[in-house]
RNA sequence: GGAGCCGUAGUGUAGCUUGGUCUAUCACUAAGCGUUUGGGACGCUUGAACCCCGGUUCAAAUCCGGGCGGCCCCA
């Protein structure tokens, strides 16, 4: 590398390349690399763009998975599995959609040494293949609703530069594709779903998100409308975490998706899809992580609580089978907690590591805590060490990794509050954004002015707010000076 | 879509300008043993590298071409 990650940091042993090298202010994309390297999240694997999801960053995303789940099941939808390769013919019947993928599709031209006769699309999204099968399925408005969705990887073969967790060529995410009779009960649902990101996001994450619609520039290739959670990183770029689009009867049209309804009359159905990513992960890690390593929410931590023993020659013995008994303990509480005995390894040394990977609460425990009945315990995102008696302890621990995320998410929420800053003029938005915030700005929504303003400044529309101040009469538009259609955030963007 | 910088053990690097003395530097790390352990312990021992292909040359980590990969700036 160079000089970028040589910076030294004060109180810091300065030949030890275990921690962080640099900071989150001083260079933010060298921080995150470092940061999930060295906290064993991730590596990066042979071929450009495509990255090793590690245990630890792995067992996150099926946390994400099974709540998610579980919310998206409740509410009716069923999960599924369909082929990742689509046939050319089919990826090309709806003309917006094969447009917008095409630059990115990767292929497969041969089978073992035989050239196939039609190429097969490895599925950058399975709007296709999923409705080609759809509209064989639904007939009459019996068959109505299908709400299918699917976890799987897929690929997106990006030519610009791939960033770990956030712009990859294969990621794994959910998409969800659904059918309805009529449009109420589909942008009802579109909207719906959303909510159940946001839910996602708060719960799990302790990620606050700006919801709204997409502009027509930014909206999905084929949709009617599409509506997007975006969460704001500290780099003061905006993070478009998920999406659910209105296809409106787009597709339907183009693959034939018809269905009898009472009166015998056939129509077209209207459908949605939507989906969240591993990229969630990297909205999480960017979000709350700090100098000294990951700060992980404790609800997705793969260690909560981590013990580590102080083990004196005078009173190894004890302390140790003191701690034995105290994991014992926390894990028939289900507490998920590792139990840090090395002896090849000192305390410090312990302390630093288990920081740099995010563990939520770690508890020390040496003679003089032994001989009080108590335990030093240190929250992550805390400064102060605290001394817990023993007793208290399995009710001391879900308290405090409860009260953790409180903090995370409201940390966060102020934070994302404060970025915010309303503006009505081309040069208020470049100086928000030049502060690392975003803008709140009245918009005509033309796709024009915002292609023109991106070329220009590289700030472009992130959505418009569901909750949406009503404009004062005559208000002009920040780009055109034409008059407003509604409020719509503008920043830079991932 | 354009411009630039870079590629040496697991990590960070020295060496490249001016080819040879490179049997490749230093530190961290790893493994083993011993002494240690309340915020990144210490000693000894042992490991481990010139991105790939081609060219120039008596000789290439070093020069040239291509490829692959990484970083970064602009749009």
Redesign the pocket.
Known sequence: ??????GSKKG??K??????TVTKEENF??WF?QLIQKSELMD?S????CYILRPRSYFIWEEIRTFLDAKIKADGVENCYFPMFIPESLLKKEEDHVEGFA?EVAWVETGGHTKLKERLAIRPTSETIMYDSYAKWIRSHNDLPLRLNQWCNIVRWE?????PFIRLREFLWQEGHTVFATRTEAVDEAHKIVGFYVDTFKELLAVPLLTGKKSDKEKFAGAEFSLSIEALMPDGKALQAGTSHHLGQNFAKAFDIKFKDKDEKEEFAFQNSWGISIRSLGTMIMTHSDN?GLVLPPKVAKTQVVIVP????HA?EEVLAAAEKLFAELKAAGIRVHLDSR???????????W??KGVPI?L???????ENKKV?M?VRDQDE?SSVLMADLLTAIPKELESMHERMYTKAKDNLESSIVKASSKEEVMAAVEEKKIALVPWCGSSESEIAFK????IQSLNAPFDQAELPAGTKCFLTGNKAVRWHLFGKSY
């Open positions: 590398m160079n000089q970028a990650n040589k810091q042993d030949k030890s390349n275990l921690g962080l994309s060298e690399t990066y042979p071929v450009s763009g630059p030519f610009k530069h791939c960033t000294k102080l083990l004196f020659k190894k002896e090849s390894h000192s305390p410090g040394f312990k302390y630093n590591e920081e740099l770690r020390e425990l040496g003679p003089r805590d032994l030093m240190k060490k070329e220009e400044t590289g």
